[in-house]
Structure formats: C-alpha cells, structure tokens
C-alpha cells in the first residue's frame, strides 16, 4: 500500500520539477542509485518495470527506504495487472509509456496517481476525463518537444504537463522544457548514466541531480 497520499505525491512531482528513471537488476546497485537521487535533492524516484521479476527489486526497495523520506513510484506500465502488483507492493505513483482507461480506474481506487504516456492533445484530454493530474508526454522528442507543450498550454492552461523521453540533463534543455510550461520532468539514462553505475560513481549522479534541480529552479526564476 502506498505511503503517500496521491496529493502528497502529485505536490512532490510539482514542487522538485524532477523524477529520475531507471531501472538495475541489482537490489543493491538500485538501493545505491535512490540513496544518490534522494542525496542529490530528489524526493520522487521512478522503478521502471523493465526486467524479469523486476517487481521483486521494487518491493526490496520499498522495504528498505521504508523509514527513508523518499517517494518510490513504478513507470513502464501498461496494463491493469501490473499496476495491481505494484500498488499492493507499495508503488506511490504509476507511470507508463501508454494510456490505459483500465490502469486509470485501477489507480483511482486505490487514490493513487497515474501518468499515463500521451502523444496528442486528445489523448491528453482523455487522461484528463480519467483524473490524471500530470500527464506524461512520451516520448517527448518525438512528440514535439518544448514547442509541442506551448502549443498544448495555449488552449488547454490548466493541463500539467511531464515531459520524459527527450529531456536531457543539460542547462539549455531543461531551460527550454520549464519555459514551455512544463510542471515537471522526468530523466532516464542522460541522468543515472551506464557509466557512472558501472564504475560505482553514485557521487556523480547525486551531484548531477543536484544540478539539474538548480538548472529547474534558476529556468522557474527566470
């Protein structure tokens, strides 16, 4: 069951502007990466559900940051069974590659929050009539980049919008996502890189989370 109430969550996701994503195979190289994302500053952290019985690091993960200060959500989720078994393993937060009316009302239930992946403004309105309060916008690139949010925030002001899959972890792009409006993003690989996990660097991606925070706050100051 979820520690966070989705209300807790969703303000989280606004209030950092970022929600870093990845998935190890390894319980303890994944423990190493959240304690260097919650380290860095971030309070959200996304376990994509990527891997064979990758669920079993998920709730290793829950159990162990159980008493931590940090938001565990799943990502990569694209149907309603899956979502069952993320949420009865602790999951605070779904977020998938699609949208899925069925993984919609099988968070609702349990009132917790669901960014599907969104590619067109109608499928971002549909996740809206399904009370998703962040959209995810996927693959982000793809989709339009910066210019594809200014141009869905121009009708539709109250949309908030999370783009991933095309975000890098540079001044300039971030700059760019938060002056289009985005209200949050979320970063993979170009931040938790291979490089740094195989050489054990977890200073680096708590530094390089630390970073692209203050790039967020300086483009929200700006």
């Known amino acids: 069951m979820a520690r966070y109430t989705r209300l807790q969550v969703l303000n989280a996701m606004v ?30 952290v996304e376990f994509t559900n990527r891997g064979d019985l990758a669920y079993e690091v998920f709730v290793a993960l829950v159990k162990h940051f159980a008493k931590r200060d940090v938001i565990l959500g799943v990502g990569s989720v694209v149907d309603p069974g899956t979502a069952s078994l993320y949420l009865a393993s602790g999951a605070n937060f779904v977020v998938g590659p699609i949208l899925n009316p069925e993984v919609a009302k099988t968070c609702n239930r349990r009132k917790v929050a669901y960014s599907p992946g969104c590619g067109s403004a109608s499928e971002i309105s549909q996740a809206e009539e399904l009370g998703c309060e962040i959209v995810k916008v996927f693959p982000a690139d793809c989709a339009g980049g910066p210019e594809f949010v200014k141009a869905i925030l121009g009708p539709c002001p109250w949309t908030s919008i999370m783009p991933t899959g095309g975000v890098d972890a540079t001044k300039e792009s971030i700059t760019n996502w938060f002056k289009a409006g985005v209200s949050c993003v979320g970063i993979g690989s170009k931040l938790i890189t291979k490089e740094a996990i195989a050489a054990g660097d977890y200073a680096a991606i708590a530094a390089k989370v630390k970073q692209v925070l203050a790039w967020i706050k300086e483009a929200r100051g700006a």
Do not use: N, Q, S, W
């Open 15 to 44: 209030e950092t502007g970022l929600v870093p994503v990845f998935y190890h195979a390894d319980v303890d190289t994944a423990i190493r990466i959240v304690d260097a994302c919650a380290a860095g500053g971030a309070k959200l």
